[in-house]
């Protein structure tokens, strides 16, 4: 308990000298909440003579107490008690900002579930009860060691039986704690792999639907649902055998302070007044500790939740290796001078697979390179690996002459426009989808690259034009509009280097031409890397590499490479004989 207390702090960052704050304010609240104890204690010393300026001192002692217990209340409800949800804003912040410098291999390492459910229903629980639960052990220890000061003052006796439950209940509490910690990581663990399933099940709905596959999926979601059932569960057995000796301990603590009292009443070592005093405050000392067992769970799920953010708030990042040296070190990327792309004896594999084996090659600024061979030959590979989604095993890639891990991973992206294969819109305005690449375009200027990208007429035909909010992905647009966005999303960009990934491969012929004429508008003055299968894309480029289980095995133009005998002969042979085949009678 006390390990999560001091993670709580960690956590809060910034914003300690407000937890500070409330801490104090539970000291106060405690302070009040004794007033009315001791207003009873001057009622019953005087009964036998109540005086009226007794009676508005009690008066008074009862009506600020009431008053102090609500502002402090108040003050720790409006004001700490919000903490949680700041806290875990920054810490969403702060791990969507770290989430955009990690390598790709992260992503693929890491389920997408176990990161959704950390930035969702985790941290949920982790602002819900961050700062509640942390004031709840806090106020609920403080009231009773103030409430067991005044009855120290009064007769050390009653006020050590008061101060042993106590260290007892908190020894009973440790063991609460232990069982809670047990238990709580495996529960949260099983919901991150429930979150995993959901997700996966509402992806592949369609694969699912066309294979009749439907009942397998839903069995998967039932089994999944059915575990976290019973991971609950089992964590609630474990802890109740637990809980039930914490509240056993005030109850024998309510008893002993009672018996206590009245035998030292009996021997004539007390009056009246203080046995009475010491029966009500054997009722009323424990009152926010008793509950405090369910809080010591609620804590450990908070535990629980913070070791599941911990993996995803330290993710791997990629940063510019001399960023960490004096300021004013880090190399900044060429300017329009030149955008040569360099790769000198580059090696890359995923885990234990090597996808690009010792390459060299040098991209001239302004010209065209297309890369060509067959599936998993590397030639997206060499694309992430030059706008540094991953780093290098060895060898060393340079833009505009400078390493890219030496530049920043922001500053090195600037370079770059990229139309994928696979088109992801967000599901915002068309406006804003084609202004993803520069924020601050105006309207004008992302009409006009809409204009150049041939997309203008089909965004004008839709409900609201630009402010026509698109489906997730972009499912509400055909395949060729979809592209024609991103290609409007790459114009409005305008990076010197653009990589075009099969942009035209799934693409029908009708809406192909007017993509290239976007291409066309894009590219114009760049350097361009295109991936292509449909080699009559890239019959005019300046150079072609041909790869081959991750090595260039050929290079050259397509009229030397066409007769050269090689595997882009072969190519252009298997295309051809692809494109004249017919349907016999």
Not at 521 to 545: F, P, R, S, Y
Request: glycine share 8%; with cysteine; hydrophobic share 50%.
């Amino acid at each position: 308990m006390i390990t999560t207390l001091h993670r709580i702090w960690g956590v809060m960052g910034r914003h300690r000298f407000l937890l500070i704050r409330g801490i104090l304010a539970t000291f106060v609240e405690a302070v009040f909440m004794s007033l009315p104890v001791g207003a009873l204690y001057l009622l019953l010393i005087g009964y036998e003579d109540v005086s009226a300026a007794t009676v508005w001192g009690i008066t008074a002692m009862l009506l600020v107490g009431a008053i102090g217990q609500i502002a402090c209340r108040w003050y720790i409800t409006t004001r700490i008690n919000p903490l949680g949800f700041v806290a875990m804003a920054d810490e969403r912040m702060r791990i969507g900002a770290r989430l955009r410098r990690s390598p790709m291999g992260y992503f693929n390492r890491t389920r997408l579930g176990e990161i959704a459910s950390v930035l969702t229903t985790t941290m949920v629980d982790a602002e819900m009860w961050l700062v509640w639960q942390f004031l709840q052990v806090v106020t609920g220890v403080i009231d009773v060691v103030v409430i067991s000061a005044f009855l120290l003052a009064l007769d050390w006796r009653i006020g050590a039986v008061s101060l042993l439950v106590l260290v007892l209940a908190l020894a009973a509490l440790m063991i609460v704690d232990r069982r809670s910690d047990a238990t709580m990581g495996e529960r949260q663990r099983v919901q991150a792999g429930f979150v995993d399933v959901v997700l996966e099940f509402i992806r592949g709905i369609a694969v699912s639907r066309a294979f009749s596959m439907t009942g397998v999926a839903r069995e998967r979601m039932h089994r999944a649902a059915a575990e976290v059932s019973r991971t609950s569960l089992a964590a609630e057995a474990k802890i109740i055998p637990f809980s039930s000796l914490y509240q056993f301990v005030f109850k024998i603590g309510t008893v002993a302070m009672l018996g206590l009292g009245a035998t030292l009443r009996i021997n004539g070592d007390i009056d009246l007044p203080r046995a009475l005093l010491f029966g009500v405050a054997a009722f009323v000392v424990y009152q926010t500790l008793e509950g405090l067992n369910s809080n010591v769970t609620m804590l450990e799920l908070v535990a629980a939740s913070l070791d599941l953010i911990e993996p995803v708030r330290t993710a791997p990042v990629m940063e510019a290796r001399t960023s960490r040296e004096e300021p004013g070190s880090r190399k900044q990327p060429a300017e329009a001078a030149g955008r040569d792309i360099v790769f000198t004896d580059v090696s890359f594999a995923y885990e234990d697979r090597r996808v690009v084996d010792h390459v060299d090659c040098s991209i001239p600024s302004g010209s065209v390179c297309a890369l060509v061979g067959p599936s998993g030959s590397g030639k997206t590979t060499l694309c992430n690996l030059m706008m540094r989604f991953w780093d290098v095993d060895s060898g060393s890639i340079s833009v505009g002459g400078v390493d890219v891990r030496d530049q920043d991973p922001e500053d090195l992206l600037s370079l770059f426009a990229v139309v994928f294969q696979d088109v992801f819109l967000f599901s915002d305005t068309v406006a804003n989808n084609i202004r993803f690449g520069r924020p601050d375009a105006s309207d004008d200027e992302v009409r006009e690259a809409a204009r150049r990208a041939r997309c203008l007429d089909f965004v004008e035909a839709l409900p609201d034009g630009f402010d026509t909010v698109l489906a997730e992905g972009g499912a509400s647009l055909s395949g060729g509009e979809r592209q024609r966005i991103s290609i409007a999303r790459a114009l409005l960009k305008d990076a010197p280097i653009v990589i075009l990934d099969e942009a035209t491969s799934s693409v029908d012929p009708e809406n192909e031409r007017e993509l290239q004429e976007g291409l066309r508008e894009l590219c114009e003055g760049k350097t361009q890397v295109v991936i292509a299968h449909n080699l009559a894309t890239v019959t005019a480029a300046d150079q072609i590499l041909v790869l081959d289980g991750g090595r260039i095995v050929e290079r050259g133009r397509h009229e030397d490479l066409a007769r050269a005998g090689g595997t882009y002969e072969h190519f252009l042979q298997a295309r051809e004989r692809a494109v004249g085949w017919h349907i016999a009678r």
